[in-house]
């Protein structure tokens, strides 16, 4: 016979897993508050104002990488290319701009085209040819990182070559003794806009049944293949943002950076809490969730932890996240 506390208990647990059902963000939210409260315990230098600073200026591009991986993940679809789009797009506007002398907006523009038509593709590829988005994206990564060691010649722009609204991203201000990157306020500026969107319109709600429920959706009228073609295409372009601040957070444009960052933005996505089977999951954890990899890579090299540890914490993280994500899927309507 079950005991009064262990049937309160019971209660308890399933009153949260409702409320994390309901409200994604909470979790990452709480653990992003406690990752700071014990790193400032550990380091004095982590609430300094040159350390958050440097803390905002990494997750800039991770951060706003994770905002188009986001609404793919929506659609329980993944995008391993979103780095390579970047990497890519950044090279043409940057080569563009500095080679033909072409103007900083001009080739903003080209460069944001190139990243939709990169998007474009993914779509295409995806709900033409009916393949799956990892494979796909699998595919498209490798085609456009040769793509970008073809262009670029394995060789670096320098930011002095480039006009000064490409860099414009890498300049700062400071608020209370902490400098703050332009790039850091589009992020945030991208991830409220996106934010009003998936809730308010009525292409967000189709993103969020299309990904909880593919033929449930197309039988109710909605028209996914449309939809996950116009969130690729999306996706694309939020990735030519990345590019823009990729340039300006190095003041440069390199065919090598970026490396990780693919794998750093599905990172960020699952801690923040949107579930990689789909329809569940905000833009704002996702900010969050990139928030956490920056605070604790940056937490733990203060304590003086090896690298290889850093990597692994961050794995634990993940494996964390997902459990979680699946303990809250059981949540009965």
Known sequence: MTTVVEERDRSLLTRVQHLLHAQATIGPAVVLLVSVVVFALLSERFLTPGNISLILQQVAVVG?????????????????SCGAIMVLTSIVMAKVAAETGLPGFPALLLGFLVGTVCGLLNGMLV????????????GTLNV?????????????IRGTDMPSLLLWTGQTFTVGGTRITYGSIMLVVLVAAMAFVLKNTAWGRHVYSTGDDLEASRLSGIRTARVLLSVYATAGLVYALAAWTLIGRIASASPQAGQTDNLDSITAVVIGGTS????????VGSLIGALIVGVFRNGLALAGV??????????????VAVSLDQWIRKVKA
């Open 306 to 319: 090896d690298v290889l540890w850093q990597t692994m914490a961050v794995g634990v993280l993940i494996i």
């Open 127 to 138: 709900t033409r040819l009916k393949l799956p988005p990892f494979i796909v994206t699998l």
């Open 276 to 283: 990689l089977f789909g329809g569940r999951g905000a833009v």
């Open 64 to 80: 706003t990488l994770a905002v188009g991986q986001t609404i793919v993940i929506l659609t329980a679809g993944i995008d391993l």
């Open 144 to 156: 456009f990182f040769a793509l970008n060691l073809w262009y670029s010649g394995s060789a670096t």
